[in-house]
């Protein structure tokens, strides 16, 4: 293959790594299961975000203290500590330059301090947001876009329809419980998106991506697959799209979001995978 007809590869673009204490003005049920926060503040001067993906870790808290522990940043790099933040990755929803204003979606999946955090979630609370440390770009040439997500990954699927460029075909699956926790998002995209419903299965413990995947009439042309969730079960989905699909590494982004039984999963744990 030549240099030209080469799919286009993912950059990194990085951003000065900055830590930023915000409060909490509004706090609104997107789902049943999902609450959107939004935190404002002067400290949100210079905030970037470009790509969909892109997310900050949201920093907690110490049961029964008021304020986060605050990273320890030195030279652009995240020191070690005696103390560190308790942090969790959650991805901008939407950023408002203007009125520096950012909303969260955050899901309440029962347990863990991200999910208690948001069930709480008054306006007048303050959290710490870290980042974002980067975006992952990629230039918007393909065909066709796959893309798939649960809950969590809901917010970067949305961004990725409302980013991409005006009549491409995106083919997109979205698993949650039930009807009520379906979203509408605006798109100029030519857009095909199935809701699954899981019902009272917990979540990530269905394979209603996969067989949707499985399933799907993929269009001719470059591809791009974008798929987020519950960490193991996007495995057989990565190597199906790169096995019997036949995608290119750099035709495919598979991240696991969170992982079952595991608090705070790194989901850099899984991109040797990716190879
Ligand atoms: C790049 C990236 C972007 C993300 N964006 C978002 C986002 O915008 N919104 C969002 O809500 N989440 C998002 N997540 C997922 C979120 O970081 C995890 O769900 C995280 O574990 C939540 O922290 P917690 O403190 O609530 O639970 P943890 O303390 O991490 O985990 C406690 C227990 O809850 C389980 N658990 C974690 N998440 C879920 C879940 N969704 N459903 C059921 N059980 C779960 C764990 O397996 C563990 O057993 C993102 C993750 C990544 C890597």
Redesign the pocket.
């Given at each position: 293959m030549t240099t030209e007809s080469a799919p286009p590869r993912m950059r990194i673009v990085r951003h000065p790594l900055k830590y930023r204490l915000l409060e909490v003005t509004k706090v609104d049920r997107v789902t049943p299961g999902?609450v959107r926060v939004t935190f404002a503040g002067e400290a949100l001067e210079g905030f970037c975000e470009q790509a969909p993906?892109d997310?900050v870790k949201l920093c907690f808290p110490e049961p029964g203290a008021e304020l986060p522990v605050e990273p320890v940043v030195e030279n652009d790099t995240w020191m070690d500590a005696p103390v560190e933040p308790i942090t969790?990755?959650?991805?901008i929803?939407h950023y408002r330059r203007a009125e520096r204003e950012l909303d969260?979606?955050?899901?309440l999946?029962?347990?863990?301090?991200?999910?208690?955090w948001a069930e709480q979630a008054e306006p007048g609370m303050r959290l710490g947001v870290f980042g974002p440390r980067g975006s992952e770009e990629i230039d918007f040439v393909h065909d066709w876009y796959l893309l798939a997500a649960e809950?969590?990954?809901l917010?970067?699927l949305a961004r990725w329809i409302e980013m991409l460029p005006a009549g491409v075909k995106v083919i997109a699956f979205a698993e949650v419980p039930g009807a009520d926790d379906e979203q509408e998002f605006r798109t100029v995209t030519d857009l095909d998106l199935t809701w699954l419903h899981r019902g009272s299965a917990?979540?990530?413990s269905t394979d209603l991506l996969e067989r949707a995947i499985r399933a799907a009439e993929l269009p001719t042309g470059l591809g791009f697959a974008w798929i987020?969730g519950e960490a193991t079960t996007l495995k057989p989905i990565r190597r199906h799209l790169r096995g019997e699909r036949g995608l290119g590494k750099e035709q495919v982004d598979v991240?696991g979001?969170?992982?079952?039984?595991?608090?705070?999963?790194d989901?850099h744990e899984d991109d040797h995978e990716q190879a």
């Open positions: 999902t993906t997310h969790r990755d959650y991805t929803r969260i979606d955050m899901v999946h029962g347990t863990g301090i991200g999910s208690t809950e969590t990954a917010p970067a917990p979540a990530g987020a991240d979001y969170w992982k079952r039984g595991v608090a705070n999963h989901h």
